[in-house]
């Protein structure tokens, strides 16, 4: 079985630019979240989409939005892209809210800001 | 507030056993996770704690505290494929049950 798949894999932006990154869970999974990773520290909670609602939203701001469809794909997008926000943005899916599920994480995305 | 601390850095020797710790304050708490994450890799899921006390699961270890609001990862016969990043994360129990990640402890296993 698939894991958690993400594109594209590497991406290079400038300043005020754009991006929209993709993520397709674990078949059957119906969480996905977002987070972002800068070198050298651990991941950063952005968002959690559960069932195509939002479920959760960490310290970002509003530049950052995300959605979830109805095949439980999610996309993150960035607005008005600043330098900070070069990092590696990783999603995760797990099957549901509750349980002792762990979350399965994609290969990231590398994003860079010039 | 939300806070997890680990141990920046750790070394050890082929073979030898080491215990990374993880201290956290969450406002919830729903369960702990111990990922670990070669460099340029995703996280990779380890272990997970609800319930004070030990879990094994061959060469690593979990262990719990909820009081003391305190885990450690202990692995045991360190390999050179050991070394990496460890990362201590909490489940709350927001709306959203979302996980609360720790800074990571980076390992490095000397031969």
């Known amino acids: 079985d698939a894991g958690v798949t993400q594109s594209p894999t590497h991406l290079i932006k400038t300043r005020g630019q754009q991006v929209t990154l993709r993520c397709s869970p674990i078949s059957g999974h119906k969480s996905v979240s977002w987070y972002q990773q800068v070198l050298g520290q651990g991941p950063q909670f952005i968002f959690q989409?559960?069932?195509?609602?939002?479920?959760g939203r960490g310290n970002f701001p509003d530049r950052f939005s995300a959605r979830q469809f109805p095949n439980y794909s999610s996309e993150l997008n960035v607005n008005a892209l600043l330098l900070g926000d070069s990092a590696l943005y990783l999603c995760?899916?797990?099957?549901?809210?509750?349980?002792?599920?762990?979350?399965?994480f994609g290969d990231g995305t590398r994003l860079s800001i010039l | 507030g939300q806070n997890i601390d680990q141990p920046t850095e750790m070394t050890a020797t082929e073979g030898a056993i080491v215990q990374i710790n993880c201290t956290y304050q969450?406002?919830?708490?729903?369960?702990l996770f111990w990922y670990q994450q070669h460099a340029g890799e995703a996280p990779t899921f380890l272990s997970y704690?609800?319930?004070?006390g030990l879990e094994e699961k061959g060469r690593f270890s979990s262990f719990l505290s909820r009081s003391k609001g305190y885990s450690y990862l202990l692995l045991k016969e360190l390999q050179m494929k050991d070394s990496a990043s460890y990362l201590c994360?909490?489940?709350?129990?927001?709306?959203?049950?979302?996980?609360?990640f720790g800074p990571g402890t980076r390992l490095s296993v000397l031969p």
């Open positions: 994360a909490v489940r709350d129990r927001g709306y959203g049950q979302n996980f609360v």
């Open positions: 995760a899916s797990n099957s549901g809210q509750s349980g002792n599920q762990p979350q399965h």
């Open positions: 989409y559960y069932e195509k609602e939002e479920r």
């Open positions: 704690n609800v319930l004070d």
């Open positions: 969450t406002s919830g708490f729903n369960g």
